[in-house]
């Protein structure tokens, strides 16, 4: 082995290169122009830009020296730490608006639905929104007048059940609930007279005669008003009960036919049933007594303590229906 090799320790000549100044180890190299010790050094570890150290080869016998390296959090690098939070954030925030946005979802679903249904509401019935004012009274008073007569209706059968059911008075209230049934059916469907407190409406033509259908106006408003018995008579005496199968016709020279008989004015309807509801009824904005106002006839509406219904209603012969007993 030669002196280069045994120099070397390493068995291998010695790299060719600016050598070291002689002297003392560790003094500066006086000249002005020499590079760095440590620059020139093969034992000065480079750091490369990712933050790793590389590999240090060292001879024998020399130590080697080595930078501290940080440790990592968590067993990442701070850089992926810091990309790890930043994450973390986003998805926390992309959670809390997709929350948000359902909630508002739902309540913008809702709001349409509730608009639809109101929609819907308004304009279920037009013909409502297109009446008049005169009508809607009406309408009014008429839903009223039906709603007392059906809770005293109601009252009434309340109490007859009560009676039905008491035990030894049973058969006896029994009996005197079918007699006054019988009476109240006789006196609807015209068959048996009547009498009690109420009305006598005379209708007086004008420049043109009363129109039959003035007449069935008046009617129907006394029927929604109570009415429980009616009957119509004219200048000749003649009287024509009035029941639900009752018809008006216009006839000759300004007559009336009701129910194919021929009546002439001027016409009075005396009506049984209670006076102050009815006259409100006839009196509403709109109603018979300013129609025939309007054709220049006159309605006269008299108060009757006793009012009689005498006239009766021939019934039909049956032909195919038979009572069951």
């Known amino acids: 082995m030669s002196d ?37 050094s093969p034992l000065s570890p480079q750091r490369p830009a990712g933050g790793e150290v590389p590999p240090v080869k060292s001879e024998p016998g020399e130590p080697v020296e080595r930078e501290p390296v940080e ?34 979802g739902v309540l913008l679903v809702l709001l349409g639905f509730t608009l639809a249904v109101q929609l819907k509401t308004t304009s279920t019935d037009p013909t409502l929104s297109t009446s008049r004012q005169e009508d809607l009274v009406r309408i009014l008073y008429d839903l009223d007048a039906r709603e007392i007569r059906l809770r005293q209706d109601i009252a009434a059968l309340e109490e007859s059940q009560r009676q039905l059911r008491s035990g030894e008075q049973g058969r006896q209230a029994a009996l005197e609930e079918a007699s006054r049934r019988a009476d109240e059916l006789g006196i609807l469907a015209g068959t048996l007279p009547a009498r009690g407190t109420g009305l006598a409406v005379r209708f007086e033509a004008g420049s043109k005669p009363i129109a039959a259908v003035r007449v069935l106006d008046a009617v129907q408003e006394l029927r929604g008003a109570g009415a429980e018995a009616m009957q119509i008579s004219g200048g000749d005496r003649a009287v024509v009960r009035i029941v639900a199968s009752t018809y008006f016709l216009d006839g000759e020279g300004g007559s009336l036919i009701v129910d194919g008989r021929r009546l002439t004015g001027p016409y009075t309807i005396t009506v049984i049933g209670d006076p102050a509801t009815m006259r409100t009824g006839l009196n509403i904005p709109g109603g018979v007594v300013a129609s025939v106002a309007r054709d220049g006839g006159n309605v006269i509406v008299e108060d009757r303590e006793v009012a009689e219904v005498s006239a009766l209603h021939a019934p039909s012969t049956l032909e195919h229906a038979h009572p069951v007993g």
């Open 71 to 104: 440790p990592a959090v968590g067993g990442r690098e701070s850089g992926e730490v810091g990309s790890a939070a930043a994450g973390g954030s986003v998805a926390g925030s992309w959670r809390r608006f997709s929350s948000a946005t359902v909630m508002i």
């Open 4 to 40: 280069e090799h045994t120099e070397t320790g390493t068995g291998w000549p010695q790299p060719a290169g600016p050598a070291r100044p002689g002297g003392p180890a560790g003094e500066p190299d006086p000249r002005p122009e020499a590079p760095d010790p440590d620059e020139l």
